[in-house]
Each structure stands twice: as structure tokens, then as C-alpha cells.
Nanobody, 122 residues
């Protein structure tokens, strides 16, 4: 019943922007921390950004700090990832993750979406 559905991925040129969305259902979104992970070919899945249930605190990977912004709309049960100044190194499958409770948790728990492909290339 729990569903996390990512959208907004695609092909973009270096320096461009994309906004990813994750629509959640089947659990209490407003009481859950949300996060975005990504996995590039041949690499480990890594945390990109996370946000507390209220939106009061966020965290970002050093590699995306200053370029990406995570936000949420609890009225729409949706979390977003605004990605600006995209680089080829950002190419990956991006996954949405939910953790019950205020704070985000590690990658071994929580609910996961199926991912959306982001490709940054000329």
C-alpha cells in the first residue's frame, strides 16, 4: 500500500536544471522524514539530501551543496528536489525514501521509490 513515485527525471545539458518530485501515499507523510538518494552506474547508493517531517531541518551531500534544494509540501504529500547547475557527475538514478518520525535515517530502513533517471550530458 505504501507508494513513493518519483517523476521529473530526464536528459539535461550541463549547467541546466531539473526538479524531481516524489508523490507519497499509504502512510502519514506529514510525520515522516524524507530523503533523496542516487546511484550512478557502478557506484554505491548515496544520500543526496534529506528533510525533517516539518521541513525545519535539511542536510545535503557536499557534492550538491549550494546547487540542490530539498523541499516538501505536506498538503500535497510530495517532496521535491530542485537541481541547478547540473554536472555530468550528477547522472544517476534518483530515489525517494521515507522514514517514519521526525528525522531521516540510514539506507537500511524506510520506504523506497523505484527511482527516476537523471542524465546530464551534452
Amino acid at each position: 500500500q505504501v507508494q513513493l513515485v518519483e517523476s521529473g527525471g530526464g536528459l539535461v545539458q550541463p549547467g541546466g536544471s531539473l526538479r524531481l518530485s516524489c508523490a507519497a501515499s499509504g502512510f502519514t507523510f506529514s510525520s515522516s522524514a524524507m530523503s533523496w538518494y542516487r546511484q550512478a552506474g557502478g557506484k554505491e547508493r548515496e544520500l543526496v539530501a534529506a528533510i525533517t517531517s516539518t521541513g525545519g531541518s535539511t542536510t545535503y551531500a557536499d557534492s550538491v551543496k549550494g546547487r540542490f534544494t530539498i523541499s516538501r509540501d505536506n498538503g500535497k504529500n510530495t517532496v521535491y528536489l530542485q537541481m541547478n547547475s547540473l554536472k555530468p557527475e550528477d547522472t544517476a538514478v534518483y530515489y525517494c525514501k521515507a522514514d517514519q518520525g521526525r528525522w531521516w535515517r540510514g539506507p537500511t530502513s524506510g520506504y523506497w521509490g523505484q527511482g527516476t533517471q537523471v542524465t546530464v550530458s551534452s
